[in-house]
């Protein structure tokens, strides 16, 4: 089975459908990660809360789901970045233009126990445990950490800027 194939079959068969299930109407951002012309990984992430009128509100966005395919996890892309910190990267890119830089943005993701490489991939940016919910444990992390552990600018271009769920 190649990479891309097992990326395409986890979010077509698990990771969309429960982004769509749980995140408000028009407010789900599917992402993918390409290594030239490969498809290497992909993510969805989205808002567990409806938009704030207001510039510098609270927002919460859930890391719904996020995948490298095999051959690409724990190593590195043709640029040199690895694979998984360039996904992260991605998410929190498009997170912070979603965003006034007024905001605080809390950005949590649900991870089973036992899925050791994801909790050790969260942790490295800046997730930490905040808590349980059901079988999986819930990791938090603020815009700003992310943004910080992942080299990402943290003041997107005002112009660009538009209300989260446009």
Not at 59 to 71: E, K
């Amino acid at each position: 089975m190649t990479g891309a194939h097992e990326v395409q079959t986890y979010f077509q068969d698990r990771a969309i459908a429960a982004a769509v299930e749980r995140a408000l109407p028009d407010d789900q951002r599917l992402l993918l990660l390409r290594d030239r012309e490969l498809l290497v990984g992909a993510a969805a992430h989205f808002s567990e809360q409806g938009p704030s009128d207001r510039s510098g509100g609270s927002f919460q966005r859930r890391l719904a789901a996020y995948a490298t395919a095999l051959h690409v996890q724990g190593g590195k892309l043709s640029t040199g970045e690895y694979a998984s910190k360039a996904l992260l990267r991605a998410v929190v890119s498009d997170i912070t233009s979603r965003h006034s830089p007024r905001d605080l943005v809390i950005l949590t993701a649900l991870v089973l126990p036992m899925n050791k490489p994801s909790r050790k991939c969260l942790e490295r940016y800046g997730w930490a445990v905040a808590g349980q919910q059901k079988a999986y444990l819930v990791y938090a992390n603020s815009l700003q950490v992310a943004q910080n552990a992942l080299g990402v600018d943290p003041s997107p271009d005002i112009d660009a800027f538009h209300e989260p769920g446009t």
